[in-house]
């Protein structure tokens, strides 16, 4: 007979509310992706609630239950408190979070996801730049989920790419060969320097991520590219995005107004990870 009770290494990447007191958790744990329920959660007493915030990197005490798994115990190992004390870090690690949610199916085992965010969260904490620790963190994941981009051979024709290569296509799946780029007519300019940088941070641990000196144009323009990819795979934007385009538009005018530029986006919503 199986065990009742059980221990998980968890982050977890999003609450919901459910009936009077309670929260669904869905966590991430190296064995999966998973919804939990945590009971009495909401009450003011609840020695789980400051133990099961969003982003938490934890031990969880789950005993079986017939629907949902029940939380018993929590056991933060770490609750990323610097990332906290900063909005922008905050929009990010929401960000990491919510891709990760939308990316990964549920109960399919991927030590390699559950690494990435937990990579990411303490490289947000620990103060690396919030763009290209993104930027990482986006390659790596989507290669540990099988959304690798092409960014070595032609995502078309699989001709090996050179200098020359200015055109990248979220349909084909990647960058294009000087000869393919013309049949794609959705296919997006890219720079040598955009090109180049993420053909680095794809190839290179995510930490290594941090040390780059990047400018904010080519910052800028990778983002989008890999915006429009992710907007591709996923069919949407992410809430999540929302709420960070505006915490960038407050704290960097200048920078942000670029990128909604490239992005051509509303700025509509802000994230409530509390709902939904
Ligand atoms: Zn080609």
């Known amino acids: ?22 929260r669904v958790l869905t966590i991430l744990t190296p064995s999966g992706k ?8 909401r009450k003011t007493q609840s020695r789980l609630a400051g133990h099961i915030e969003l982003f938490t990197h934890t031990i969880l005490m789950l005993a079986i239950g017939r629907n949902l798994h029940i939380v018993t115990q929590s056991s933060p ?8 004390a900063d909005l922008e870090r905050i929009g990010a690690a929401y960000y990491a979070a919510e891709l990760a949610d939308r990316l990964i199916e549920e109960e399919s085992e991927n030590r390699r996801a559950f690494e990435l965010l937990l990579g990411v969260l303490r490289a947000l904490d620990a103060g690396a730049s919030v763009d290209l620790t993104l930027r990482a963190y986006e390659l790596h994941l989507l290669d540990a989920l099988g959304y690798r981009p092409q960014l070595h051979e032609c995502a078309s024709c699989g001709a090996v790419l050179t200098e020359a290569t200015n055109r990248f296509s979220p349909a084909a799946g990647g960058a294009l060969c000087p000869q393919c780029a013309g049949a ?3 296919a997006l300019p890219m720079s040598l320097p955009v090109f180049k940088l993420l ?11 941090g040390e780059l000196r990047i400018s904010s144009t080519t910052c800028a323009a990778a983002e989008s590219l890999l915006r429009a990819y992710l907007r591709h795979i996923l069919e949407r934007d992410l809430r999540s995005l929302a ?19 490239l992005n051509g986006r509303h700025f509509a ?5 509390e709902r939904n």
């Open 243 to 261: 709420f960070l385009d505006d915490v960038r538009l407050m704290q960097h005018p200048d920078a942000s107004a670029s990128i909604r530029a």
């Open 1 to 22: 007979m199986r065990d009742r009770v059980y221990r998980s290494e968890a982050i977890v990447i999003r609450r919901s509310d459910i009936g009077e007191a309670d």
């Open 199 to 209: 053909r680095y941070l794809q190839v290179q641990p995510p930490e290594m991520a």
């Open 77 to 84: 190992l770490d609750r990323f408190e610097r990332l906290r």
């Open 184 to 186: 794609d007519r959705q």
């Open 34 to 41: 998973r919804r939990v329920v945590a009971k009495g959660a």
């Open 269 to 273: 919503q802000g994230v409530d990870d």
